[in-house]
């Protein structure tokens, strides 16, 4: 069992940036993958930035050069820092990991970016 939970979130102006913050309530070295998806009103949740075990990184095409995904294993958090917000990136943002053949999700933080 893992759970997550974020924080960060908030409003902000076109062009400002955001860190969100992802802690586990366990070691995330030990995770298959950690990340973070958004799912924006009337649309399917989707990935933004995953982390694997294998040190792959893995980012949406509409935030690769703005959004970077990073962790500090010693607090067990995975963070998102996203610089040069869209409107287009308004949503809620979960954090998402996989632990042997379970998946697990953060409540969600808000984000919301005015134009």
């Known amino acids: 069992q893992v759970h997550l939970t974020e924080s960060g979130g908030g409003l902000v102006q076109a062009g400002g940036s955001l860190r969100l913050s992802c802690t586990a309530s366990?070691?995330?070295?030990?995770?298959?993958?950690v990340g973070w998806y958004r799912q924006a009103p009337g649309k399917q949740r989707e990935l933004v930035a995953q982390?694997?075990?294998?040190?792959?990184?893995n980012y949406a095409d509409a935030v690769k050069g703005r959004f970077t995904i990073s962790r500090d294993n010693a607090k067990n958090t995975v963070f998102l820092q996203m610089n040069d917000l869209k409107p287009e990136d308004t949503a809620v943002y979960y954090c998402?990991?996989?632990?042997?053949?379970?998946?697990?999700w953060g409540q969600g933080t808000q984000v919301t970016v005015s134009g």
């Open positions: 366990r070691s995330i070295f030990g995770l298959n993958a």
């Open positions: 998402h990991a996989e632990f042997l053949k379970d998946e697990y």
């Open positions: 982390t694997r075990i294998s040190g792959r990184l």
